[in-house]
């Protein structure tokens, strides 16, 4: 990776993820894996998979997901903390969850998945641009491609 790139680490410091550029997107998802999973809504960050390098002890675990495919959930093998997923559906994305990046980036969720499982204490974001009652893929996909030719 080139010199500009940054580097944030997991709690315990073990893991480490690299990354340039800004995050694509800002996703929050509802959607019962992740409620059980990271008790509650996940926070992620979107990147390409040329954007991140991950480096340490970390582990994956891939389960299948509400679109039928699977996501790749990466993980600190010593501290546990979660670092980022990678959905099949999206090859070459990478979602790194906030808590990984902070200090680096305020997370202010453009995009919502799976509205119709939030929970009834929670609010739309005042940040959130599209809010889909489903994984919001095919949606997704056009604002990805032409933020991927604005990275050249």
Not at 107 to 117: A, I, R, S
């Amino acid at each position: 990776m080139p010199s500009d790139i940054q580097e944030a680490k997991c709690f315990c410091g073990e893991t480490a993820i690299h990354f340039k550029n800004d995050p694509m997107m800002h996703v929050m998802c509802h959607c019962t894996d992740c409620k059980v999973l990271f008790d509650g809504s996940s926070k992620m960050f979107v990147y390409t998979e040329l954007d991140v390098e991950l480096s340490g002890a970390f582990q994956t675990f891939s389960y299948k997901g509400g679109s039928g495919n699977l996501l790749n959930l990466t993980f600190c093998s010593s501290c546990g903390m979660n670092v980022c997923t990678k959905p099949d559906l999206l090859e070459g994305m990478v979602y790194i969850f906030s808590g990984m990046l902070r200090g680096f980036y305020e997370f202010k969720p453009n995009v919502e998945l799976f509205t119709d499982h939030r929970f009834p204490w929670e609010k739309q974001p005042d940040t959130a641009i599209q809010s889909y009652s489903h994984n919001g893929t095919v949606e997704r996909i056009g604002e990805l491609l032409e933020n991927l030719d604005q990275r050249g």
